[in-house]
């Protein structure tokens, strides 16, 4: 690898459609041919030095974007992070397109988070997620969520 300690892999990986790029957890991606830095995936940050993980990423060739679960910035009163963030980026410079909050549910007259798991990107291009609702609403039930496109 040329870059040996330079840029972190983190935990999870995930590869562009056709497979020439990887994406790291921590947002660092790389040309799977040679492992050479190719950017970083705009993630939610509360300082210079610390960066949420992705806990999902989907890469759609046809929209050229990215879609990715943020885990967010989760340890702020209020916050509308901790994995329930889903943000686009563009696929060529990994910039900024958009950002969705995954609003609290009606479950059993209280509304309850869900918390992303998997994203994908259907035959059309359009975003779904996999979520869990919280703790909180007693259930581990399971659910699809669509993002509305921009």
């Given amino acids: 690898m040329p870059y040996w300690g330079d840029y972190a892999l983190c935990g999870g990986l995930w590869f562009s ?3 020439a790029s990887i994406y790291t957890s921590c ?9 050479r830095y190719a950017g970083r995936l705009p993630l939610t940050t509360d300082s210079a030095t610390y960066y949420a993980p992705i806990t999902g990423l989907s890469h759609s060739a046809s929209r050229n974007e ?8 989760a ?5 509308q992070g901790g994995d329930t963030l889903l943000r686009l980026a563009s696929a060529d410079y ?3 397109l958009a950002t969705y909050w995954m609003q609290p549910v009606p479950v059993e007259g209280q509304f309850v988070p869900h918390h992303g798991m998997f ?4 035959a059309s ?3 779904w997620v996999i979520s869990r609702l919280g703790a909180a609403s007693g259930s581990s ?5 669509r993002a509305l496109d921009p």
């Fill in 17 to 19: 459609e056709g497979g």
């Fill in 119 to 122: 994203v994908f990107h259907d």
């Fill in 125 to 127: 291009g359009a975003k």
């Fill in 75 to 79: 340890g702020s009163a209020g916050s």
């Fill in 94 to 96: 990994y910039a900024p």
């Fill in 66 to 73: 990215i879609a990715l679960l943020d885990a967010g910035f």
């Fill in 141 to 145: 039930q399971h659910f699809l969520w």
């Fill in 27 to 35: 947002g660092n991606t790389f040309q799977a041919s040679d492992m």
